[in-house]
T-cell receptor, first 112, second 113 residues
């Protein structure tokens, strides 16, 4: 079955610095990959997704992620962090069978 | 356009009791998935309903059951509650099969004492 590992349960960056959240996946078939963000006391919001095609995916709020099959990775980046980016981020993988598997999450803190 | 709505927001139950959680999907969506998110963890897939049938199920015991109504809304039922069932229960809706873009509701926080 598919699975996701998010490296680093907590990441702290300064405002304006690069954000890099790491995600590695395991899948027996070409995967569908997702990044979600969760603000306190809220549900999950889709940031971006990769299904097929271009491996560099652009999402909302200036985030992007690159699918690297050789590295089984789907890391999330943003060139310049904003205070409003502070939240919990989840990477998820699906094999197209409606069973989406989530990582344990990475809490992003942005320092002023 | 209302997004995914869930009720109630919070719920406190005693061990051994039964609970029903409700979800209304985003307008135009016909598929509802349920997830359990324990504190400090990522969501875990419970099951998915499409055309009023359970289409896919995660690794959860039969104490967890569900239903989808003709208007696409859904219920999650949990019987014989255990302390370990305390979690945030998330509902997500989407359109069609298979589906990749799920919209999540705010969740129901269940506490079992």
């Amino acid at each position: 079955a598919q699975s996701v590992t998010q490296l680093g349960s907590h990441v702290s960056v300064s405002e304006g610095a690069l954000v890099l959240l790491r995600c590695n996946y395991s899948s027996s078939v070409p995967p569908y990959l997702f990044w979600y963000v969760q603000y306190p006391n809220q549900g999950l919001q889709l940031l971006l997704k990769y299904t097929t095609g271009a491996t560099l995916v652009k999402g909302i709020n200036g985030f992007e992620a690159e699918f690297k099959k050789s590295e089984t990775s789907f890391h999330l980046t943003k060139p310049s962090a904003h205070m409003s980016d502070a939240a919990e981020y989840f990477c998820a993988v699906s094999e197209g069978n409606n069973d989406m598997r989530f990582g344990a999450g990475t809490r992003l803190t942005v320092k002023p | 356009d209302a997004g995914v709505t869930q009720s109630p927001t919070h719920l406190i139950k005693t061990r051994g009791q039964q609970v029903t959680l409700r979800c209304s999907p985003k307008s135009g969506h016909d598929t509802v998935s349920w997830y359990q998110q324990a504190l400090g963890q990522g969501p875990q897939f419970i099951f998915q309903y499409y055309e009023e049938e359970e289409r896919q199920r995660g690794n959860f015991p039969d104490r967890f059951s569900g239903h989808q109504f003709p208007n696409y809304s859904s219920e999650l039922n949990v019987n014989a509650l255990l302390l370990g069932d305390s979690a945030l229960y998330l509902c997500a809706s989407s359109f069609g099969q298979p589906n990749y873009e799920q919209y999540f509701g705010p969740g129901t926080r269940l506490t079992v004492t």
